[in-house]
């Protein structure tokens, strides 16, 4: 027997550990906001370019290309500084295709008041949610594969529903993304809690197509609730 194995860990080792840990964890939450609330600016900056200048939407196709292309470079790249020059051409992007659907919702009777709406109900989400994971600190890692799988089950439902022009189906995909994005969240928060997630780039990329999804959902569902009156 190796009585060195067996030897009980000195409880200071265990303190320094944990708190190392909590220091790593702190220090990923903290670039992460950082970047999250720049590249939150940026997307908004870019769409309201797009909304100025009348740009149309890229359509479905291109939206696609775009959207997997930086996604994949900026996988690729995260250990890098350009992985961050990634992640900002890739939620500007996101903020471009953005542009064409607000003005479209800003068209509708009422359409200021849907989009404030959807705003302030995805910047309420989004902070209560994270506060929640933020201050229990709870460990919500057994919701991965059933958002993993929901993600690609509302996906697909998604192109089906524009194929095919089925308004019910896009509705129901919409107040799906609205759950799974509220899922995620909290998900990827505790996930960079408890050190799931080191890399802030990912975090960040993470957490922003969680509001961007969010939003547009919550846009699609009070558009057609005004738009129905």
């Keep these: 027997m190796n009585l060195i194995d067996n030897a009980p860990v000195p409880s200071d080792v265990t303190r320094d550990s944990t708190a190392a840990s909590t ?40 939206t696609l290309v775009g959207y997997f292309g930086l996604l994949y470079a900026t996988v690729k790249l995260r250990d890098s500084a350009w ?40 910047a309420a989400i989004f902070l209560g949610l994270s506060g929640y994971a933020l201050t229990t600190r709870k460990d919500f890692s057994y919701m991965s594969g059933f958002l993993m799988v929901g993600v690609l089950v509302a996906f697909l439902a998604g192109l089906a529903a524009v194929f095919f022009e089925i308004p019910a189906l896009s509705l129901t995909v919409s107040a ?54």
């Design 83 to 122: 992985g961050l020059a990634c992640v900002f051409a890739l939620t500007g992007f996101m903020g471009y295709t953005l542009g064409p659907i607000v003005s479209h919702y800003l068209a509708l009777p009422n359409g200021g008041q849907v989009v404030m709406t959807a705003m302030g109900g995805t």
């Design 23 to 62: 220091l790593a964890s702190n220090k990923v939450i903290r670039n992460t906001y950082m970047l999250l609330s720049m590249t939150l600016a940026f997307a908004a900056g870019t769409a309201a370019t797009s909304m100025a200048l009348g740009l149309p939407h890229p359509g479905l196709i291109l």
């Design 176 to 229: 799906a993304f609205v759950m799974l994005s509220s899922g995620l969240i909290l998900w990827e928060t505790s996930n960079i809690i408890h050190g799931g997630e080191t890399n802030y780039i990912m975090a960040t990329l993470s957490l922003f197509v969680s509001i961007f999804n969010l939003f547009t959902s919550l846009l699609n569902l009070l558009g057609f609730s005004i738009g129905s009156d």
